[in-house]
Each structure stands twice: as structure tokens, then as C-alpha cells.
């Protein structure tokens, strides 16, 4: 029996860090932070919704609250003079006063550009998710979106599924398009993996991107060593 294990999760701790990072001292602490970042990505997944953005990371010092942006399309986010991101710094540290008033950390946010928008799974099914809720034809979409993101130079493989009442159909279905290859049991390989929904007014259609963008060696002047077990069995 096989068991379906998230590509970012797969890899922390090998290639990934984690998109939380803190130390808590005690189960309170633990308990209140959790729910504070939590609370702080959904209001940014709904706030920041057709702007493209990828990753929110959020860092904890004894005195400092970080919350760190990353975006293909930052003059949205920052706005005019910077006018929209005190905007957004304000408003999520009402949203922290409101989940943890005893928390007194000074808020700062980061916002950092993508530079190649195709390498990223995030913005790739945002992408998707824009083209089908303007009522495009679903494989044409999907076709367009693989082609684009192949012609990367990073990219070596790319697997868009979509799901749901496609194309208005009364039974819903799943349909997918890969080009190239997707090692997903390999640790060292770099897939990047993001889901979305798509809203439409026969209902909402699921969307799920995978991206293997080449492999991450630590060194690559050393050789890879195997694995005792791979080497046994060899």
C-alpha cells in the first residue's frame, strides 16, 4: 500500500528548511505561536490573493516578529511610496494583538521579488487558477502553462493536474499534462509543489503543480555518497 507524502515535507531537514522559525520554551508558548502564524497565513493567503505571492515565512526573536514575502509581482504588494505595505504591516499586527494580546514583539515584513515566476509551483498554479476563472478551455490552459514553464532554463520536468466539474461537465474528473520528469523518492531532487482552487460558478476546480527544478548537491566537487543499505545490496 502507498502512502502520498507532501514533496515539501519529504525533503526538510535535506534540502528544505522549515517555513516556521522559533524555539518555544514551554506548551504555551508552543500552543500560542502555532496558532498566531496559522491566523497570520490565512489572512495573507486571502489579503494577498491574485497578487502571485509564493511563500510566507515567519521568524521569531525574543523582541522581533518577522514575517517574510516572497511575490512575482512586489510593486502590488508595496504599492505607491510603500503606502500598501505599512497598510498590510498594521493590519497584521492587529490580527497578532487580537490571537495573542500579551505578545509585544516588534512586527517587520520583508518582501522579496521572484525573479523567474515559471520556476515557482505557487505562482505557476495561480497561473492556472486565473486562466480557468476566465472561463479559458481547461487543456488549453494547460497546455499553454506547461509549455512556458518548460522553456525555463532551471525546469526539467513540470505535472499539472486539474480536478473537479471540468469544463461545466456534470460528473466531475480528474485530467493531468507532465512533460519531463518528476523524481518524487528522490531526497536530493528540487520539487517545488503548491495546490489551488480555482472558483467558478459551476463550482470549485482543484488545481496541484509540481516542479523539479534539478538536483541540490551540498558540495558539488565531492561525489554523492550512497547509502549503506543501496551499497549492500549493490
Do not use: C
Amino acid at each position: 500500500m502507498t502512502h502520498t507524502v507532501h514533496p515539501y515535507a519529504h525533503r526538510l531537514g535535506i534540502i528544505r528548511d522549515w517555513k516556521s522559525r522559533w524555539f518555544a520554551g514551554d506548551a504555551k508558548t508552543y500552543r500560542e505561536n502555532v496558532k498566531v502564524d496559522e491566523t497570520i497565513r490565512r489572512f495573507l493567503t486571502k489579503k494577498l490573493r491574485g497578487t502571485f505571492t509564493s511563500g510566507i515565512e515567519i521568524e521569531r526573536s525574543a523582541a522581533e516578529l518577522r514575517v517574510i514575502l516572497s511575490t512575482a509581482r512586489p510593486g502590488l504588494v508595496i504599492g505607491r511610496s510603500g503606502e500598501n505595505a505599512a497598510k498590510l504591516r498594521s493590519e497584521i499586527a492587529a490580527v497578532v494583538r487580537k490571537v495573542a494580546p500579551a505578545d509585544r514583539r516588534t512586527l517587520k515584513l520583508d518582501i522579496n521579488e521572484i525573479r523567474q515566476p515559471e520556476t515557482d509551483a505557487a505562482v505557476v498554479a495561480y497561473m492556472v487558477a486565473e486562466g480557468l476563472e476566465k472561463r479559458m478551455p481547461f487543456r488549453r490552459v494547460l497546455k499553454q502553462t506547461i509549455e512556458k514553464v518548460i522553456a525555463a532554463r532551471e525546469v526539467e520536468g513540470v505535472r499539472i493536474a486539474v480536478s473537479g466539474r471540468l469544463g461545466g461537465a456534470e460528473m466531475s474528473r480528474k485530467e493531468e499534462l507532465k512533460k519531463g520528469r518528476i523524481p518524487l523518492q528522490t531526497f536530493r531532487a528540487d520539487i517545488d509543489f503548491a495546490h489551488e482552487k480555482a472558483h467558478l460558478p459551476y463550482g470549485v476546480i482543484g488545481i496541484k503543480v509540481w516542479i523539479f527544478r534539478g538536483n541540490v548537491y551540498q558540495d558539488k566537487k565531492t561525489s554523492v555518497r550512497m547509502p549503506e543499505t543501496a551499497a549492500l545490496r549493490g
